[in-house]
């Protein structure tokens, strides 16, 4: 298999197929395009939510707070508590442990949201260091989005711009290739839109204007995730490409590296399905807090395509994301 997430018709095969054993207070369990778990309190839900990181070096503390962060915020839900565990090979020092932390902790504080334990071992299983964080979140059941009431013509919108994260990892990890080719003022701008990461604050938000719909756009980027949105709702979706917000740095890197920006990884960005009215609603809520949105399609009964200069083409599933490839690239 190639590297990167295991691809959805494996999971549908031989992940899910093979989860039998159900509980009622479980509303949410495993599916693709869902980010997380919801359990059943009365009026609260529990939302559940865990990711490792694999294909980062650089800044890997604050990224495993981030990445579960988001997909809590999927629900609405504000994150409270995250589990950490950290897989350290032979070779780490206490230092690398202890940036690794001090990382983390500080966007735990950024998000108000409290490391509650997790486990921390070093390991010859790994050849460097692996993190997987587990976030668990809050929210009344009332507010959940509701896929069921999504209908042809709602508004398929993301929140800031594509290939944010993919962007930053790609420029810290190579930042001496790129900086002799693209400049150093280029590569710090690139490396500093970590601090769009987190989707938080929108998913928060998108949750009190009734969003029908949230997904983090992780691996696979954005044509992954609205691939995986269209299953998870089982509607179409029809997206007009030149609408899509794009930042000229992480143009400029895809053009260098020749990798796909609309596969590449993209957490700090998120796709939200909402009604029209409510969209103009949140749309000035956003604005207000400094959180661009775009409207970039509609949604419709069946297919997921992509309009380019006026022809028509079909969303693929995701399969590897183009940040390996990059990487590899350079490796």
């Given at each position: 298999m190639e590297i990167g997430k295991v691809p959805n018709e494996v999971l549908e095969k031989i992940v899910f197929s093979t989860i039998k054993y159900?509980?009622?207070?479980?509303?949410?369990?495993?599916?693709?395009?869902?980010?997380?778990?919801?359990i059943d309190f009365g009026e609260d839900?529990?939302?559940?939510?865990?990711?490792?990181?694999?294909?980062?070096?650089?800044?890997i503390g604050s990224l495993s707070i981030h990445i579960s962060c988001n997909d809590v915020s999927t629900s609405g839900a504000e994150p409270i508590a995250v589990l950490l565990t950290i897989l350290c090979p032979p070779k780490t020092t206490e230092e690398e442990l202890q940036q690794?932390?001090?990382?983390?902790?500080?966007a735990a504080a950024e998000l108000n949201v409290e490391i509650m334990g997790g486990h921390t071992e070093v390991t010859d299983a790994v050849n460097k260091v692996v993190i997987s964080t587990t976030v668990i979140g809050m929210q009344k059941k009332d507010k959940l989005p509701d896929h069921a009431s999504i209908k042809a013509g709602d508004k398929v919108a993301i929140t800031?711009?594509?290939?944010?994260?993919?962007?930053?990892?790609?420029?810290?990890?190579?930042?001496?290739?790129?900086?002799?080719?693209?400049?150093?003022d280029k590569v710090s701008q690139a490396k500093s839109l970590d601090k769009y990461l987190s989707v938080v604050k929108e998913g928060i938000i998108a949750g009190k204007y009734k969003a029908k719909y949230m997904h983090d756009i992780?691996?696979?980027?954005?044509?992954?995730?609205?691939?995986?949105?269209?299953?998870?709702?089982?509607?179409?979706?029809?997206?007009?490409?030149?609408?899509?917000?794009?930042?000229?740095?992480t143009k400029d890197i895809?053009?260098?590296?020749?990798?796909?920006?609309?596969?590449?990884?993209?957490?700090?960005?998120?796709?939200?399905?909402?009604?029209?009215?409510d969209f103009n609603r949140l749309s000035t809520d956003l604005k207000?807090?400094?959180?661009?949105?775009?409207?970039?399609?509609?949604?419709?009964?069946?297919?997921?395509?992509?309009?380019?200069?006026?022809?028509?083409?079909?969303?693929?599933?995701?399969?590897?994301?183009?940040?390996?490839?990059?990487?590899?690239?350079?490796?």
């Amino acid at each position: 298999m190639e590297i990167g997430k295991v691809p959805n018709e494996v999971l549908e095969k031989i992940v899910f197929s093979t989860i039998k054993y159900k509980r009622k207070e479980v509303l949410v369990s495993s599916a693709i395009g869902e980010d997380n778990g919801i359990i059943d309190f009365g009026e609260d839900v529990c939302v559940v939510s865990t990711d490792p990181i694999t294909g980062a070096t650089k800044d890997i503390g604050s990224l495993s707070i981030h990445i579960s962060c988001n997909d809590v915020s999927t629900s609405g839900a504000e994150p409270i508590a995250v589990l950490l565990t950290i897989l350290c090979p032979p070779k780490t020092t206490e230092e690398e442990l202890q940036q690794i932390m001090e990382d983390a902790s500080l966007a735990a504080a950024e998000l108000n949201v409290e490391i509650m334990g997790g486990h921390t071992e070093v390991t010859d299983a790994v050849n460097k260091v692996v993190i997987s964080t587990t976030v668990i979140g809050m929210q009344k059941k009332d507010k959940l989005p509701d896929h069921a009431s999504i209908k042809a013509g709602d508004k398929v919108a993301i929140t800031k711009y594509i290939g944010i994260e993919g962007s930053s990892i790609i420029a810290k990890e190579l930042e001496k290739q790129l900086s002799e080719i693209l400049g150093p003022d280029k590569v710090s701008q690139a490396k500093s839109l970590d601090k769009y990461l987190s989707v938080v604050k929108e998913g928060i938000i998108a949750g009190k204007y009734k969003a029908k719909y949230m997904h983090d756009i992780t691996e696979g980027g954005v044509y992954g995730a609205l691939w995986e949105a269209s299953i998870a709702t089982k509607k179409g979706i029809l997206i007009h490409e030149d609408k899509i917000p794009i930042l000229d740095i992480t143009k400029d890197i895809c053009q260098l590296l020749k990798i796909d920006p609309y596969r590449l990884i993209s957490s700090g960005s998120m796709v939200i399905i909402i009604g029209d009215e409510d969209f103009n609603r949140l749309s000035t809520d956003l604005k207000a807090n400094g959180i661009n949105i775009t409207a970039i399609g509609e949604i419709t009964e069946n297919g997921v395509y992509y309009v380019r200069n006026e022809a028509k083409y079909e969303i693929l599933p995701p399969g590897s994301d183009e940040l390996y490839r990059a990487l590899s690239n350079f490796s």
